[in-house]
């Protein structure tokens, strides 16, 4: 895992990311990571229910439960992490 992770952070710009992405991921494994970031957003926003964001993403609520579960009781963060980073580019 440690070249993947230097592969990850060596990406200077959106461009490079999304080439990088692109030869590593197919295009399911891209639409999937786009709908958990998708899930994660409006989990950690808290205005909708899991069986609303399933229906508006048009996934299983599967994969929001699970989503959910890495959001709240995971000891990584990486979603809390991400999406504060991305709000607070936002609110720049």
């Not at 990850?8 to 197919?26: M, R, Y």
């Not at 494994?29 to 048009?58: F, T, V």
């Amino acid at each position: 895992m440690n070249l993947l992770y230097q592969a990850f952070a060596s990406i200077k710009t959106e461009d490079e990311f999304n080439a990088f992405l692109k030869d590593i991921c197919t295009p399911k494994e891209i639409k999937d990571l786009n709908e958990r970031m998708a899930i994660a957003s409006m989990l950690n926003k808290g205005q909708s229910s899991y069986r609303d964001i399933a229906d508006n993403l048009g996934c299983s609520l599967t994969t929001v439960t699970r989503v959910a579960r890495f959001l709240k009781d995971e000891p990584y963060q990486g979603y809390k992490q991400v999406l504060g980073r991305i709000s607070k580019h936002h609110q720049d």
